[in-house]
Structures are given as C-alpha cells and as structure tokens.
C-alpha cells in the first residue's frame, strides 16, 4: 500500500468484473481513457496466451475522479467488465443457488503452484472455486488500469516506464544492458523482446512447451526513466524504495525473484566491478558512466534509470497435470485443469510497469506533496534547482 497514492483492487476472475479504486491522484492530471485501454491490450497480448484473451477484450469505464479528460483529486474509481460473465452468471452469481451451479465449475484438485491448496486451508473451504477466482491473475487488469494512472502522472513530470523480456525458458537476450531507445519498436514483437534472434528462440521455447502440454517462465526487465533524483530514503527500513519496488514486483502473480539493476550480478562480481563510479564533466555535471545499481543506491534514485529484472515462474495449469489429491476422499488425482496460458512472460512486463509506475508515483508525490500538478511542478522545479547545485545541470 502506497504512503500518498494509495489502491485496492476487488473482482473475481468470472465475475462481473475487476475494480480498483486509486486515492490520492493529485487534480489536474491528464487522463486518457484511451491510454487506459491501450494497456490493458497490451497485458492481454503476448505469445502464449489461451483461449479466456481471445474472449475477453478489456475496456476500462472511469466511475469517478475525473471530469473532461483531468483528475479531480477525488478518488478515482475504474471497472473492467469481465465479458466472459455470462457464461458464469449462476456460478458466480452472490444469491443463493441450486447445488447444481455450484457443481458446474467445481474444482476439486488443488494444482501445485496455485493457491488452491494453501486458499483452501486459509479459508477453509473445500470448492477450490472460491480460491482460484480470487488467486487468479485476472486481477492483474485492475493493477494495469490503475498503473495507466501512475504513468499519466508520471509522464506529467518528465518519467516514462517501459518494459521487456529478457529470458523465455533457455532463450535468452545477449549479455549487455538494453537501451532505452531500443525500447521503442518493443511492442512489434510478439514476445515483447527487442532482439529479433532471441525473439525466434523464444517463441520456439514457448511452442516446444505448448507442444508438450507444459508452461514455460523466463525474465522481464522494467525501467523508468526521468524518475528524480532522491525517490524513497535510507532513514527507515520502510522508506527504501528497492525494497518498496522489489515488493510490488515480487506481488505479482508468478514472479518469484527481484532483482534492482545487475543484483543477480552481485554475488559473483567484485565491489570494482560493481560499483558505479562517479565522474564530473564541466559541461554537463556529474556522470555515472555504468548503471548497474539500477538507479538506486541506498534506497534513493541517484537521477540514473531505474531497473529491476523479474523471474517469472511457469505458470502452474498443465495439461500434463501434476499429481495432486482429492481433498474430499484424499484419492490421489491428476490436479485439475482450467482453461490456461502457456506462456505469460510478455504479460507480466506490461504488470511490471504497472507496479513500478505505482511505486515511483507514490514516491514523487511522497517527495514533492501538493494536491494538484501544478503544485507537484513547482516543487519539483524547486528540488531540480537544488540538485543541480550539487550534481550541475545534468
Ligand atoms: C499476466 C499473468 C497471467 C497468468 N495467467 C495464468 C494462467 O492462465 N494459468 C495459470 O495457471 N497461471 C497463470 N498465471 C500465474 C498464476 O496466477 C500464479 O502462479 C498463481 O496465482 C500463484 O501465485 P504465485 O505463483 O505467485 O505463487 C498468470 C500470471 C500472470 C502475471
């Protein structure tokens, strides 16, 4: 939960449809319905996706906060409507109902990687139904619709986010940092990978496993740049914006490692190879000539791009289903299969902006205060003012 800029999101993945209110937008910023929608496409797509994409095509309806194409600073609350719902209406449905809809869609074997078993024994519940629905990634398009918000904030003081994939199974890019600019034709890639080789392995790692009735992980990378220099601090545990970053990637669903710039590096480089070092060019001031720190030293961004790497697990519904057991006779059983993905590495970089633009958001408004933009320009007009007292113009 941000410290300013706060959201919750609700919905289940076959129910009506995904909500999420964001508190603490400041007035006056931009908002586009239509940049909204353009992300959430963006999470749908991807090489690897199943057949719920193809239903459902996700358009976000703006229930308040914003007023003729601003933010008013009142909460804004966003629905996407799951358009897969009336398929579900009964099973879904919050009224009592024949025990025939809640048979229907039943799902009785946990599937290992799912929350099912663990939602079952925190619930107490024995129709993993009422677990999945919420576990699922479908709540992901809450997180992206909010995102869009952060970003349009975000982009209103000079920071853009973006993202890539890095890894597909044993695909993977060259050695060497991406740069931004290489990031611009990201989104013609059916994998979202800048590399065209790379991008050919990895729609082959994905085919090979589809092929097998597996799944298949890799690794994203997401970055901002413009983000100010002395987001977050080192003064409380709390307040360090890499664990704040590492924290909202790690919550998306399937990522189980976080790493702020060349981290993973970390343990097997030396300190002189790691560390950035600081240079001074009369002209344009302080330079940092490698980044692999990510942005961040001590939990503040030091004015570099921001980067983290994302490991996302594969995905746990298998056609060539685990072993599990019937939790109503404890028979041994193949775990069940809902209808599911390959292949969700694309995705989960779109997921990833989202996170971070929430953070960085968060941050900045945390940095600068105000209630509207232009009270969080002038502030941040004034922090540059300072900085470039003490780092030069940059
Ligand atoms: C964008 C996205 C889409 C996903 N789609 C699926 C899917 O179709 N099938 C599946 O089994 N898991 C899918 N997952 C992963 C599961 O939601 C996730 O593994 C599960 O919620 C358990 O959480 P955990 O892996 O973080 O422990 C998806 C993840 C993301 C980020």
């Known amino acids: 939960m941000g410290l300013v800029l706060r959201f919750l999101t609700a919905g289940e993945s076959h129910g009506p449809g995904l909500t999420v209110v964001v508190d603490g937008l400041p007035a006056g910023v931009p908002v586009e319905r239509e940049a909204i929608d353009a992300d959430l496409r963006r999470r749908q797509g991807g090489y690897g996706r199943g057949g719920r994409m193809k239903i459902e095509t996700d358009a976000v309806e703006i229930l308040s906060g914003v007023r003729h194409g601003r933010s008013l600073g009142s909460p804004v609350s966003l629905v996407v409507r799951n358009r897969d719902h009336e398929n579900w209406a009964d099973v879904m449905s919050p009224d009592p109902q024949p025990a025939s809809a809640r048979e229907r869609r039943r799902l009785r074997y946990p599937r290992p990687g799912h929350a099912d078993l663990a939602g079952a024994l925190k619930y107490g519940t024995d129709d993993l139904r009422n677990v999945l629905e919420r576990a699922s990634a479908r709540e992901t398009t809450a997180r992206v619709a909010a995102g869009a918000l952060a970003k349009a904030l975000l982009r209103a003081t000079g920071t853009e986010v973006r993202s890539h994939v890095v890894r597909i199974?044993?695909?993977?890019?060259?050695e060497g940092l991406v740069a931004w600019e290489a990031l611009d034709c990201v989104e013609e890639s059916p994998v979202r990978c800048v590399d065209a080789a790379a991008a050919e392995a990895m729609i082959a790692e994905i085919d090979r496993?589809?092929?097998?009735?597996d799944t298949v992980g890799g690794v994203v990378e997401v970055i901002a740049r413009g983000a100010p220099p002395g987001l977050g601090s080192y003064v409380q545990w709390d307040r360090r914006l890499d664990g704040r970053i590492a924290q909202a990637l790690m919550s998306i669903h399937a990522v189980k490692a976080v790493a702020i710039?060349?981290?993973f590096a970390g343990g097997v480089t030396?300190?002189?190879?790691?560390?950035?070092?600081?240079l001074w060019d009369a002209g344009?001031?302080?330079e940092r000539p490698t980044n692999r720190a990510g942005g961040l030293e001590g939990g503040v961004t030091n004015g570099e791009e921001v980067r983290a790497l994302a490991v996302v697990k594969p995905i746990p519904t298998l056609l060539i289903a685990l072993r599990s057991v019937d939790l109503a006779t404890k028979e041994p059983q193949k775990a069940s299969v809902e209808r599911s993905d390959t292949c969700v590495v694309p995705a989960a970089g779109v997921v990833a902006e989202a996170m971070l633009a929430l953070v960085l958001a968060d941050a900045l408004l945390e940095k600068t205060g105000g209630d509207s933009l232009d009270e969080v320009l002038a502030h941040l007009e004034a922090t540059r003012a300072g900085q470039a007292r003490l780092a030069g113009p940059r």
């Open 169 to 174: 199974g044993r695909a993977g890019m060259p």
């Open 209 to 213: 496993a589809k092929k097998d009735g």
């Open 261 to 263: 710039g060349e981290g």
């Open 270 to 278: 030396r300190g002189s190879l790691f560390h950035d070092e600081i």
């Open 284 to 286: 344009t001031g302080l």
